[in-house]
Nanobody
Framework: EVHLVESGGGLVQAGGSVRLSCAAS????????IGWFRQAPGKEREGVSC????????FTVDSVKGRFTISTDSAKRTASLQLNDLKPEDTAVYYCNAHYQGVFESWGRGTQVSLSS
């Protein structure tokens, strides 16, 4: 059974940083691409950043480029998202997911990142 468990979110001051983690199990980690997504209140879920575990290539959307960094640890079967210089518009539930040949696994609970004034 595939499990993707996000953690690390919380309340953070604008301009601050948090590191989110995704613990993965139940699939061939190194064969998948891992992505981080977020969903703000009243908005659709959007992709934020992804990494291809086969070749290490990454993609990050323009809105967070230079502030967010994705990484994986194959041995620990984890994916992380480092969020720096956080802004109010970054407030969202953050999810990780994995896909192989274009098919995503089921969505988990996500982890909430909230920005304080």
């Amino acid at each position: 059974e595939v499990h993707l468990v996000e953690s690390g979110g919380g309340l953070v001051q604008a301009g601050g940083s948090v590191r989110l983690s995704c613990a993965a199990s139940g699939f061939s980690f190194d064969d998948y691409s891992i992505g981080w997504f977020r969903q703000a209140p009243g908005k659709e879920r959007e992709g934020v950043s992804c990494i291809n575990n086969k070749d290490g290539s990454t993609f990050t959307v323009d809105s967070v480029k230079g502030r967010f960094t994705i990484s994986t640890d194959s041995a620990k079967r984890t994916a992380s998202l480092q969020l720096n210089d956080l802004k109010p518009e970054d407030t969202a539930v953050y999810y990780c997911n994995a896909h192989y040949q274009g098919v995503f696994e089921s969505w988990g609970r996500g982890t909430q990142v909230s920005l304080s004034s």
